[in-house]
């Protein structure tokens, strides 16, 4: 699966397309208040995108599992304490209704899904990113 992002960024126009296999989809975020750049920063996509691939995965697992998820909640936080500096104490916390499965059933698919996170298994192991120019 391939994913990419793009921003085309300029005075109050803020065009973001983000594609997975070519699937694509727009983003509606709209310019910082003075015109230029994202009004949402990139830790708070961090944290969105560890929450998103979370929820996802509970579905999809669950589905595996034959079980059956009405909702999920998940919150996830992090700091950045300072300019320059890659964020620290990044944690979530998990709610998931399945009435029909016990709460072990319930914990197993959430420690499952903890471990084979995409998003979260990135983050763990490192990444590189390389700059192209």
Avoid: W
């Amino acid at each position: 699966m391939t994913l990419s992002a793009t921003i085309h960024n300029r005075r109050d126009a803020n065009d973001i397309v983000v594609q997975t296999d070519g699937n694509t989809k727009t983003l509606n975020i709209p310019s910082k208040v003075g015109g230029l750049g994202s009004s949402i920063n990139g830790g708070e996509l961090l944290v969105l995108a560890l929450a998103t691939c979370f929820c996802n995965d509970i579905y999809r697992e669950g589905a595996r599992k034959n079980m059956v998820i009405q909702s999920v909640d998940v919150t996830v936080s992090g700091v950045f304490t300072r300019e320059h500096e890659p964020a620290t104490d990044i944690t979530y916390h998990v709610n998931v209704q399945a009435p029909a499965h016990s709460p072990q059933e319930i914990s197993d698919l959430v420690r499952f899904v903890d471990s084979i996170a995409e998003i979260h298994n990135t983050l763990r192991r490192g990444a590189a990113v390389t700059l192209t120019l």
